[in-house]
């Protein structure tokens, strides 16, 4: 054997001329197979078996591995999944324990206040709530539990079984898991613009919206400048849209909201206020809970399994114990839809009933309540309203058999209502509810009125013949009924018109919030139907009627129309009529749609990475009374490698304007989002722009993003630069390793993974994948933890011979450790270009040793660096 070389303990020496051992090699990879392969083998290997046959180095101390695929204890961030529904993720304490059946051998360590919050029946178990237990065996002490690490994934499983747990929900996410995010200040910005040559006029307009979180303290604030040219003259103004601070109220499960806001429109109408919003959040509830379902009861003879369908789709399975059992926790995949309850008993016999079943949005599950309170200023943005104080307040509560009741109430100077209401499922005839309403109203010429109104909503679903009545409606209201938003207008009558784009007065003014209140409305019609042909297509039909008090004229709007597809082709046709009596205006348009994906028409193979693989061509007609027909071709997609380019081209004829044509274009980016496009028509093009992004200031500094949604999530990567984030189109990380996921799903778990695939040679993430849990209006942070560094395979020798088998390594300045494998080799991640390697292969002072590096001169860039050391 030769000798190593002489150089100085900081220098990289070539490779040794080390003699290898082939036969030491087959073992090394007989042994990982077996440890691969024998999950519960007693005794995989003896490492005496590879001291006799290694006899050219030594094996470390391997007790610890010889049972197979076990790991070491210790602690481990994870996500923990109870009866496979994600829970939280945390640092979980390891211990090892060598009798249960997890393959790693380790055991997870949670206290009482944990194993809790899994729903476990504590009473049940007086072993587990003995005092001074920092880690009870839950395993051991319930019956059928067990866990499973997935060392691998980071991932803990636990599966209790259903009798050991509370009657709990699914979905539920207990609120000390909810992240109230972190403090910092945010601003979006939306600019766009254009410019148009007919009228040499052009256009600007910015929205800003500027939002603080301090915990759970929230401020928001919107403001909005527009700036206009024409002929020479320009104008331009700032607007305060919105001010308004909000908190989460987690032990009312409440949502508390002072400034600007507006209400819901479950009893009465929605308005905009500025004061102070209590009300009930809905997010807050799993969404098992949300809404209305009904309650299904039986009783089962055996342990047996009850399955419920709805429109022939699973939507709950769960065991249950003999006796009697009650399910409140459905989540219906439609708002009615007979459910096919089915109990299959251990025995082999089955039960099987139907529960019929409508919803409309004022029902609510037995036992909920859901209520809302607001006190301020009633807050339009017209003119033509004033802004008179109001307070109001509403109630629904769930009771059995799947009625509801509902009241509120709304009271203002000029103005006094009360509203008393019941709703219920009534099974296989549908769902109904109705309500009553008294109002005592001030009009704007001083005139004093009273007046009732009565509502009814049906909806019911015909699933034999494929009809769904998704809502039926009808409001009758006496000639003294007005509601708080006709009393809230300065004047008897008028109304607004719209402008074009361009700032031009239609040549036929189209009217909007018309209103005159010496017609006060007498009745209202509403119809939703839809009714599926099944291969044949659908129709829908759907429309309102508006009629008044001393006049025969009445408002109307119906629109009615078939779709279909054939193969890859998706076509539509439709009609439309909208009708203002009161001021003579009518209008009737007929509507053609066809779209077909364009790699549709050729095989898929040809096109894998060609444009033409997300790219739609569309075809348009419109017919209108008026005389103005259009015909339009486009052609749309996205391009790019993460299809985050947009495009858009349409070539048309319309009547009254001849030939028009536009090209847009739409890119989405780490730092936001940029736009342009032409248009032309008759004697006239305008280009248009348009950008819109976000900055995010917070304890690391700043963060430019795309535009932030109402709750998002900051990621921290430190040093993982130009990452894609999975699953959001144009979402990378910047220069510093920092990004902005845009939008996030309040009081649920949402996961945030890095794509490993863009992740550099130097950069190594122990878990890539996060989940968290925002509360509404919340910045949350995912952090991950990288390790920025050379990947880089060592060769380690000491005293002339490989260093032993399995010895652990570790960089003493950084993160970086290992193993060595068979001849001295070791694979290490994050390793600085300089640095100390500690090679230990046992306890003793004399059974380590350490190595000193430099590998800056080296191409560092490689994908993996290979240099050999002599460790002293």
Not at 483 to 509: C, F, I, K, W
Not at 811 to 825: F, I, K, P, W
Not at 834 to 860: F, H, M, P, T
Request: with cysteine.
């Amino acid at each position: 054997m030769n000798m190593l070389c002489n150089t100085p303990a900081n220098a990289v020496c070539m490779r040794r001329n080390i003699k290898l051992s082939p036969f030491g090699s087959v073992i090394t990879l007989a042994i990982s197979m077996t440890v691969a392969g024998l999950t519960h083998a007693e005794q995989v290997f003896n490492p005496a078996f590879l001291k006799d046959n290694l006899s050219h180095a030594e094996v470390s101390d391997l007790t610890r591995f010889e049972k197979s695929t076990y790991q070491l204890p210790g602690v481990y961030r994870v996500d923990i999944y109870v009866n496979d529904q994600y829970v939280m993720t945390r640092d979980v304490n390891f211990i090892e324990k060598q009798d249960i059946q997890d393959k790693t051998g380790l055991m997870p360590c949670l206290d009482q206040k944990t194993l809790q919050g899994f729903s476990i029946n504590m009473g049940q178990y007086p072993a587990l709530t003995e005092q001074n237990q920092q880690c009870p065996d839950f395993i051991s002490i319930i019956e059928g539990a067990n866990s499973q690490f997935q060392f691998d994934k980071q991932k803990l499983y636990i599966s209790l079984p259903q009798a050991s747990l509370r009657n709990q929900i699914r979905g539920y996410i207990a609120p000390d898991q909810w992240d109230a995010g972190i403090n910092a200040m945010f601003m979006n910005y939306h600019l766009s613009g254009y410019n148009n040559s007919k009228t040499d006029s052009d256009s600007l307009f910015l929205r800003l919206d500027n939002g603080i979180n301090l915990g759970s303290w929230q401020l928001r604030h919107s403001s909005s400048w527009n700036y206009s040219s024409r002929n020479g003259r320009s104008t331009d103004d700032w607007n305060n849209l919105n001010t308004y601070l909000q908190k989460t109220i987690i032990p009312l499960k409440s949502q508390l909201v002072i400034g600007d806001g507006s209400t819901n429109s479950e009893v009465f109408e929605s308005f905009g206020f500025r004061g102070v919003h209590l009300s009930t959040a809905d997010a807050m509830y799993p969404d098992s809970q949300q809404g209305y379902a009904p309650t299904v009861r039986g009783v089962a003879k055996t342990n047996a399994k009850v399955v419920i369908k709805q429109n022939g789709y699973v939507i709950q399975q769960t065991n249950v114990a003999p006796g009697p059992f009650i399910i409140q926790d459905l989540n219906p995949t439609s708002i009615s839809g007979d459910l096919l309850v089915t109990i299959e008993e251990n025995d082999g016999s089955v039960q099987s009933f139907t529960v019929p079943y409508s919803s409309l949005p004022i029902l609510q599950r037995e036992g909920r309540t859901k209520y809302s309170v607001v006190a301020g200023e009633y807050r339009s943005g017209l003119n033509s309203q004033d802004s008179p104080t109001v307070v109001q307040a509403t109630a629904i509560h769930g009771l059995k058999k799947g009625f509801s009741v509902y009241a509120g109430t709304q009271l203002s100077e000029k103005y006094k209502s009360a509203l008393l209401g019941m709703g219920a499922n009534l099974g296989d005839f549908g769902a109904l509810s109705f309500d009553f309403t008294h109002a005592d109203s001030e009009l704007a010429d001083k005139s004093t009125h009273q007046g009732q109104s009565l509502r009814f909503l049906y909806s019911k679903s015909l699933l034999s013949s494929g009809t769904t009545f998704q809502l039926l409606g009808y409001r009758y209201s006496t000639k003294g009924f007005y509601t708080l938003g006709d009393v809230a207008y300065n004047r008897m009558s008028g109304y607004h018109t719209s402008e074009t784009q361009d700032g031009n007065q239609a040549n036929t003014p189209i009217i909007t919030d018309y209103f005159d209140l010496y017609d006060a409305k007498k009745g209202r019609f509403e119809v939703n139907i839809s009714h599926s042909l099944g291969k044949y297509g659908s129709v829908f039909v759907s429309g309102n009627q508006q009629t008044y008090w001393g006049t025969t004229k009445r408002n109307e709007w119906i629109q009615a129309g078939y779709a279909n597809s054939w193969k890859a082709l998706n076509y539509s046709f439709s009609v439309s009529h909208n009708k203002f009596s009161q001021i003579d205006q009518s209008e009737t348009m007929y509507a053609f749609n066809l779209s077909f994906p364009l790699d549709r028409l050729w095989p898929k193979s040809n096109f894998q990475d060609s444009p033409i693989k997300n790219a739609y061509g569309t075809l348009s007609s419109t017919q209108n009374s008026n005389g103005n027909d259009s015909y339009l071709a486009g052609l749309s997609g996205t391009l790019l490698k993460d299809r985050n380019l947009s495009y858009s081209i349409n070539q048309g004829r319309v009547t009254t304007q001849g030939d028009i044509g536009s090209v847009t274009l739409n890119y989405d980016g780490r730092y936001g989002s940029v736009g342009a496009g032409y248009s032309y028509e008759k004697n006239s093009n305008q280009l248009t722009y348009n950008a819109s992004g976000g900055v995010l200031a917070h304890a690391n500094g700043l963060t430019f993003g795309q535009p932030l949604g109402a709750t998002s999530i900051l990621i921290k990567a430190p040093g993982a630069k130009d990452v894609d984030i999975e699953n959001y189109t144009g979402v990378r990380t910047d220069w510093r390793g920092y990004a902005i996921v845009p939008y996030a799903t309040e009081y649920r778990a949402n996961r945030v993974a890095l794509n490993a695939n863009s992740f550099s040679n130097n950069l190594e993430i122990n878990n890539n994948v996060e989940n968290v849990v925002p509360i509404k209006g919340a910045i949350v942070r995912a952090n991950f933890d990288t390790s920025i560094g050379v990947r880089a395979l060592v060769t380690l020798s000491h005293q002339g011979q490989f260093v032993p088998y399995a010895s652990s390594v570790i960089e003493q300045n950084s993160s970086a450790r290992g193993m060595v494998a068979d001849d001295g080799r070791s694979y290490l991640t994050g390793l600085p270009s300089k640095g100390n390697l500690e090679v230990r292969w046992g306890d003793a002072e004399n059974e380590k040793c350490l190595a000193v590096y430099d590998i800056s001169e080296q191409d560092l860039s490689k994908p993996v660096v290979q240099f050999d050391l002599e460790c002293k």
